[in-house]
């Protein structure tokens, strides 16, 4: 196979854009038919030149350059979708040989048999909790627990896959008995061609930045479109969270119409509206941004209102940050202070910071420090300051500050 031909492929199976990507070498013109997949794969690293500064797109590629393109499309697996996921998949068994001259070792060759594999993570974590007394008053308490999980996959055909995982931890460490375990994720995944993917049963849902909710999920999703603009309507029972002092059920039914919309490969917007099937349920609506400033810099927030409520009934979140932690990356960090203003009826149920279970009445600042201290080992640290609820007589009162530090393991 022809270079040219080669990267042509590559650029598909990646979806690798870059409207502004240059050309880096002598002998490729901007007349060449294959000049701009060459430039956009060589700005993301996936190809490379001769020293001379060339490309040599009209030799026939070898096995030993393919099998170089196949391990930087296997860094970037988190980033495609299935259907893109298993050709790179395919790729990697052909190219087996070579990859392991290379010296890749991947978990998704290692630790796959078949048609299945298996991935997982564990977790050790210290934190000050919340805890309700026999007289309902509150008090903190510090805690160090544990949690590991293992995700099996299993590829039914080129456009299904069945996904189960196993969960398995301890409320407290040294406290009596077993952890428990339980199969906390059950579903089933299939594409409908290119542009279109359905999944069914208990899975994640996010709704919007996570302000809102970020838990299981009972139910089906269907998404349509790709990465740059895509859409999904979700409908089910939400699992996570608590339905206290909410008018929902602890599995509240819901229809949940969410878009996603990236107008330049460093901002994300998205909106959604869910309609919540209970008497006298309230819908919400609300939007989020997240936005890359050069290399390093992140500013974001989200905004969520319940419809039929006033100003009571408004939560929204704003941050900034510094860096950014990758598991695969040895010595990387990232840094984020964010403000969350969560008023008395908030729609919030289950929020992705886990701000010490405050989903209402809370304002305050959360800062989060993230360091890859080896390869898939991360270190996680969390702390809230200047934290504040409203009395009944509508004074600002200080809360207890919440924190917690995690190790993870990635596997």
Do not use: C
């Not at 919400?284 to 974001?300: C, E, N, P, R």
């Amino acid at each position: 196979m022809k270079k040219h031909l080669a990267v042509l492929a590559a650029t598909a199976v990646l979806g690798v854009t870059s409207a502004f990507a240059a050309n880096p070498f002598a002998d490729v013109t901007p007349q060449d038919w294959a000049y701009q997949a060459v430039a956009q794969l060589a700005s993301q690293g996936v190809v490379n030149g001769y020293p001379d500064g060339t490309f040599q797109g009209q030799n026939n590629i070898t096995r030993f350059e393919m099998a170089q393109m196949v391990a930087k499309a296997m860094a970037r697996q988190d980033r495609v979708d299935a259907e893109q996921n298993a050709i790179i998949n395919r790729l990697a068994n052909e190219f087996s040989t070579e990859l392991n001259n290379l010296g890749v070792r991947v978990s998704t060759l290692e630790n796959k048999v078949g048609n299945f594999a298996f991935t997982g993570d564990a977790r050790l974590r210290y934190q000050n909790r919340k805890v309700e007394n026999a007289d309902k008053s509150e008090t903190y308490k510090s805690k160090f627990d544990y949690r590991g999980r293992v995700q099996f996959e299993a590829t039914v055909n080129d456009n299904t896959k069945a996904v189960v995982r196993l969960v398995g931890e301890k409320e407290e460490f040294g406290g009596k008995g077993n952890p428990t375990t339980a199969l906390d994720r059950v579903y089933v995944q299939h594409n409908f061609g290119k542009y279109v993917t359905a999944t069914a049963g208990r899975q994640d849902l996010m709704v919007g930045n996570g302000l809102v909710y970020d838990d299981v999920f009972e139910g089906a999703v269907v998404t349509a479109g790709k990465d740059k603009l895509n859409a999904s309507v979700a409908y089910g029972y939400l699992q996570g969270g608590e339905a206290e002092g909410v008018e929902r059920k602890d599995n509240a039914q819901v229809t949940v119409y969410q878009l996603n919309y990236k107008p330049v490969e460093k901002v994300t917007v998205k909106g959604f509206y869910a309609d919540i099937h209970e008497k006298d349920g309230n819908s919400v609506y609300g939007a989020s941004v997240d936005a890359k400033l050069g290399s390093k810099v992140w500013v974001g927030g989200g905004y969520a209102k319940e419809e039929a409520t006033g100003a009571a009934g408004e939560a929204w979140t704003a941050g900034v940050g510094y860096g950014e932690a990758d598991m695969a990356k040895a010595g990387t960090w990232g840094a984020k202070v964010q403000y969350f203003d969560l008023k008395k009826e908030a729609p919030v149920v289950s929020n992705t910071w886990n701000l010490n279970d405050q989903n209402r009445n809370y304002r305050g600042y959360l800062a989060t420090v993230d360091y890859t201290v080896a390869k898939n080992i991360g270190l996680s640290a969390y702390a809230t300051f200047d934290s504040k609820k409203k009395d009944d007589n509508n004074k600002s009162v200080d809360l207890p500050e919440y924190y917690r530090a995690e190790l993870n393991y990635k596997f």
